[in-house]
T-cell receptor, first 113, second 110 residues
């Protein structure tokens, strides 16, 4: 069974640009969550999608947004990039909403110059 | 606000030298306490879920325990391949959000 797939693996952008990251969950998993990981703040919850609807949201500015498609694949978008947005962005899938057993992808390493 | 604190931040052990990692938590309506392992360049990998005080779970050289305020990850006779960052996270009853601790970076030398 294939795991959670995130693309691209690495991304370099400049301040002010926008970026879209992609996540394909494990087949059959309907919930997708996004986390930001930085050395200083650790892992922080961004949002969770289930059945194409955002169900939970963390404490991040509106520049961070996401969506989920009917096949459960998800994308997250960051607009007007700032230097502080440099981080590893992790996607996690689970079978159902509020299912605590999360399966993580390897992440997208975003560098903002 | 939910908080999860892990200690120590880093731990160096010799192969075979047993030790424990600590996770202190303040999570409203705790639904579960999770342990994950993260290798460099990879996402966290699920290890255990603990639901109630007194519960214990084991997997190979790892044993996780839970009290009302803390969880411990005991590592018995570790091997170099156990080297990784170990993360704990609390799951509250308000949603699917996990609150993660900062992690403990474990290095096991042969």
């Amino acid at each position: 069974k294939a795991g959670v797939t995130q693309t691209p693996r690495y991304l370099i952008k400049t301040r002010g640009q926008q970026v879209t990251l992609s996540c394909s969950p494990i087949s059959g998993h309907r919930s997708v969550s996004w986390y930001q990981q930085t050395p200083g703040q650790g892992l922080q919850f961004l949002f969770e999608y289930f059945s194409e609807t955002q169900r939970n949201k963390g404490n991040f500015p509106g520049r961070f947004s996401g969506r989920q498609f009917s096949n459960s694949r998800s994308e997250m978008n960051v607009s007007t990039l700032e230097l502080g947005d440099s981080a590893l962005y992790l996607c996690a899938s689970s079978l159902q909403l509020s299912n605590e057993k999360l399966f993580f992808g390897s992440g997208t390493q975003l560098s903002v110059l | 606000e939910d908080q999860v604190t892990q200690s120590p931040e880093a731990l160096r052990l010799q192969e075979g030298e047993s030790s424990s990692l600590n996770c202190s938590y303040t999570v409203s309506g705790l639904r579960g306490l999770f342990w994950y392992r993260q290798d460099p360049g990879k996402g966290p990998e699920f290890l255990f879920t603990l639901y109630s005080a007194g519960e214990e779970k084991e997997k190979e050289r790892l044993k996780a325990t839970l009290t009302k305020k803390e969880s411990f990850l005991h590592i018995t006779a570790p091997k170099p391949e156990d080297s990784a960052t170990y993360l704990c996270a609390g799951h509250n009853n308000a949603g699917n959000m996990l609150t993660f601790g900062g992690g403990t970076r474990l290095m096991v030398k042969p």
